[in-house]
């Protein structure tokens, strides 16, 4: 394992841009852009605050172990698995909301 030293001044652009995603959360959850396209923007926005915890919070970005990428990938494949099983169930429920109808 090599160590990293992650400048304090890196740890505050990490989170200034950690801070700035949050309030474009906040600020397009008020934007009417239909149900699916806001749950898919959100998705995407979340994914961006994921990825920068995982790159630089977490070090991941200057890990040098192929293992760490296989670990992620399949983690994220998982995640995409559930994702579209969880799709699939919504989609075939109809679209009254209620069960039964």
């Not at 990293?4 to 841009?17: D, E, K, N, S, Y």
């Not at 915890?53 to 192929?66: N, P, Q």
């Not at 579209?84 to 009254?96: E, F, H, K, N, Q």
Request: charged share 10%; with cysteine.
């Amino acid at each position: 394992m090599s160590e990293h030293i992650f400048p304090i001044r890196a740890c505050f652009l990490v989170w200034i841009a950690l801070m700035a995603l949050m309030i474009l959360t906040v600020f397009l959850s008020t934007v009417p852009m239909g149900h699916a396209l806001n749950t898919i923007v959100a998705l995407i926005i979340a994914s961006m605050k994921a990825a920068l915890v995982l790159l630089f919070f977490m070090h991941l970005k200057y890990e040098s172990y192929k293992l760490s990428g296989v670990v992620f990938g399949a983690g994220l494949f998982w995640l995409l698995i559930l994702f579209g099983l969880s799709l699939v169930d919504y989609l075939s429920r109809g679209t009254s909301g209620v069960p039964g109808h």
